[in-house]
C-alpha cells in the first residue's frame, strides 16, 4: 500500500495572531487543550502591518485574539444569514434532479392504473385448478392473449385461461396468474405446436392474487406521493415521471459568478507566460459549484486594481445571486477586494479560525436596482480557496436551493500521520480515507499540507479536522473526517 507522506511542519518565519501582531511561534505552539492561555504581553510587539483602531496605545498590549476571529460555525452562520431559498421555476423533469420540489406531487390516478399481471404466463380462475401438480397437469382452453399495453379482448370465463404478459392488464374475472414455468408451455414449444396452442396444461394449484399486482399498489389515487421540499433523487425523477409529470416546480439553482484576481494570473488554454501561474481556483471552485448543484459562471480575472476588479463586478452584479472572488484578501500591498467591498457594499467579516484559509471576505456589494449580493472572497491559495469555498459557498448554495444547511457528512478513522496545529485554528489536513484489511477506516495524508499545494486537494478524499484547541494529534488516534465527496443528505437525520 501506498502511504502518503507526513503532515509536513511547516512553521512560517513569523507567526501573527489577531491584527497582524508577530509573535515567536514558541508562544502559540503550546500543549493539548492550552490553546487558548493568555500570551505573555512581551511577546507581542508592534509592526509596521498593525492596523489598529486610533487612536492607537504607545504600549505593546494584548489583541482580542478569540473575539477577533470567528470560528467556522460562526463565520457560517453570519454568512448563511444572508442567503434565502431561491424563487421556484418550472423545470423539465430531468434538470430537476437534486433540486428541491417546490411543490406537493399527489397522484391524479392509480398506479398502476388496472390490475396487472407480474409474470408472463397465464390468467385464470384459481378455484379452476384444484388438484393440479407436475405429475397431473389440469388442461385448459387458452381463450386469447393480452399483451403489455393492450386490454383483454373480455372476461375471463370460468374453465380457460388467458395467456398474458408482464405488466399487461388482468382479464375480469381471473383472480390469479401462473408463470410460464409452472406450465407444459416448454414441452408445447418444444414439440413445435406453440401457433396451433389451444390450450394449456398447468402444474401448479393457485391463491386469489398471486402475481397480481393490485391497481394502486405502488401509488394510489388521490395520495401525497412527494411533498415540496424533497430533494428530487433519481427515484423521485422516477415517481414524477410515473405520475405524468413532463416538469415539475423547483427552488431555481444559484448563478455563482467566479472571478478571480490577480496579475500573474492566465487563462487555462493560453499558451504559458514566464512569472505567470494559470488561473485554478475559478476552475475547482465553479467545479465545486456544479458539484453542489449552482451554475457557475466563470467571469473572468481582474487585476490587482479596485478599478479592474470594479469592472469586472459590474458585469456579474447583474445576474449572480452570489459572487465569489478569490485572493486579494489578505494583507498584501495589492489585495483589493476587501477595498472594494468597503467602497461598493459591506464588509460583513474577515479572518476565519481555520486552516488553511484564515483570510476570507464576506459581505454584499451593491448591485443594479439596489440589490445587495452577496460576495464571498475567498483566499488565493488555491488550498485555501477550496476549503474556504466547501466550509461556506457550498451552505451558501444549499440554502439557496431549499436544501437548508447541510451538515457535512462525517466519518471517524484512525490517523495514519499526525496532525500538526501551529495556532490555535481548526486544522482541515487533507487525507485519503480508506478500509483496511480488518475493516477499520483510516486515514493517511496526501502528502505536503502546503495551501499552495493543490495536489493534496486533488488526491483527498477527505479533510480530517483538528480541533482548534488541541496542538497535534498522533498516529493512532480516531480522527473525525468530512467526506469531500458524500452527498450530504446520504443518511436522513432521524
Ligand atoms: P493572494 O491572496 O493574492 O495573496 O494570493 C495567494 C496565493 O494564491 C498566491 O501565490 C497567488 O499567486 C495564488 N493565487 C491567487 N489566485 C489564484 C488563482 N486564481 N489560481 C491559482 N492560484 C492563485
Ligand atoms: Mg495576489
Given at each position: ?43 507581542m ?9 486610533k ?13 477577533e ?10 454568512i ?86 408482464t ?5 375480469q ?32 394449484t ?28 433519481p427515484?423521485?425523477i ?25 496579475d ?12 505567470k ?9 465553479a467545479a ?27 458585469g ?48 454584499t ?47 471517524q ?33 496526501t ?32 480522527v ?15
Open positions: 500500500m501506498v502511504r502518503g507522506k507526513r503532515f509536513e511542519k511547516t512553521v512560517s518565519p513569523r507567526l501573527t495572531v489577531g491584527n497582524g501582531w508577530p509573535v515567536s511561534p514558541r508562544h502559540v505552539i503550546c500543549s493539548r487543550r492550552n490553546m487558548l492561555a493568555p500570551r505573555t504581553l512581551s511577546a510587539t508592534p509592526d509596521k502591518q498593525h492596523e489598529h483602531s487612536p492607537h496605545h504607545d504600549r505593546p498590549h494584548r489583541h482580542h485574539y478569540d473575539a476571529m470567528l470560528s467556522v460555525e460562526e463565520a457560517r452562520e453570519r448563511l444569514s444572508y442567503f434565502s431559498r431561491l424563487d421556484p421555476v418550472e423545470v423539465d423533469l430531468i434538470d430537476a434532479l437534486d433540486m428541491v420540489l417546490a411543490e406537493d406531487l399527489v397522484a391524479p390516478f392509480d398506479v398502476p392504473p388496472l390490475p396487472n399481471s407480474a409474470m408472463d404466463g397465464y390468467a385464470v380462475l384459481s378455484s379452476d385448478l384444484v388438484g393440479a401438480s407436475a405429475s397431473s397437469a389440469v388442461e385448459l382452453p387458452v381463450a386469447f392473449t393480452v399483451a403489455a399495453g393492450a386490454l383483454p379482448e373480455g372476461p375471463l370465463v370460468a374453465g380457460s385461461v388467458v395467456r398474458i404478459m405488466g399487461a392488464p388482468l382479464p374475472g381471473a383472480d390469479a396468474v401462473v408463470p410460464f414455468e409452472d406450465t407444459d408451455e416448454l414441452e408445447r414449444r418444444a414439440k413445435g405446436d406453440v401457433d396451433a396452442q389451444d390450450s394449456i396444461g398447468i402444474k401448479l393457485a391463491k386469489p392474487g398471486d402475481n397480481i399486482r393490485a391497481a394502486g399498489e405502488d401509488i394510489a389515487k388521490g395520495e401525497m406521493v412527494l411533498k415540496a421540499g424533497t430533494r428530487l433523487r427515484g423521485a422516477g415517481v414524477a415521471a410515473s405520475l405524468g409529470r413532463g416538469t415539475v416546480r423547483a427552488y431555481r439553482r444559484p448563478v455563482v459568478a467566479i472571478i478571480s484576481t490577480g500573474e494570473l492566465m487563462t487555462p488554454g493560453e499558451p504559458h507566460q514566464p512569472g501561474i494559470y488561473n485554478s481556483n475559478a476552475y475547482s471552485i465545486e459549484v456544479k458539484r453542489y448543484g449552482g451554475i457557475p459562471k466563470i467571469s473572468g480575472i481582474a487585476k490587482d486594481t479596485i478599478e479592474s476588479l470594479q469592472e469586472r463586478l459590474a456579474a452584479l447583474a445576474t449572480a445571486d452570489m459572487i465569489v472572488t478569490s485572493a486579494g484578501v489578505s494583507k498584501g500591498d495589492y489585495d483589493v477586494v476587501k477595498d472594494v467591498l468597503a467602497k461598493n457594499g459591506a464588509i460583513a467579516l474577515w479572518s476565519v479560525r481555520m486552516r488553511p484559509a484564515k483570510p476570507l471576505a464576506f459581505g456589494l451593491n448591485g443594479p436596482g439596489g440589490r445587495k449580493v452577496p460576495h464571498l472572497g475567498l483566499p488565493g491559495n488555491p488550498v485555501s480557496a477550496m476549503v474556504a469555498f466547501e466550509q461556506f459557498g457550498r451552505a451558501a448554495i444549499h440554502v439557496m436551493m431549499g436544501r437548508g444547511e447541510l451538515p457535512k457528512p462525517t466519518v478513522a484512525i490517523l495514519d500521520d499526525p496532525v500538526n496545529n501551529f495556532d490555535g485554528r481548526r486544522v482541515y489536513a487533507r487525507v485519503i480515507v480508506y478500509q483496511a484489511p480488518d475493516g477499520v477506516l483510516r486515514a493517511r495524508s502528502g505536503t499540507q502546503s495551501s499552495g499545494a493543490l495536489t493534496s486537494m486533488a488526491f483527498a478524499n477527505g479533510l480530517a479536522i483538528c480541533p482548534d484547541d488541541v496542538s497535534k494529534m498522533e498516529a493512532g488516534e480516531t473525525t473526517v468530512e467526506m469531500l465527496d458524500w452527498p450530504e443528505d446520504v443518511f436522513p437525520h432521524r
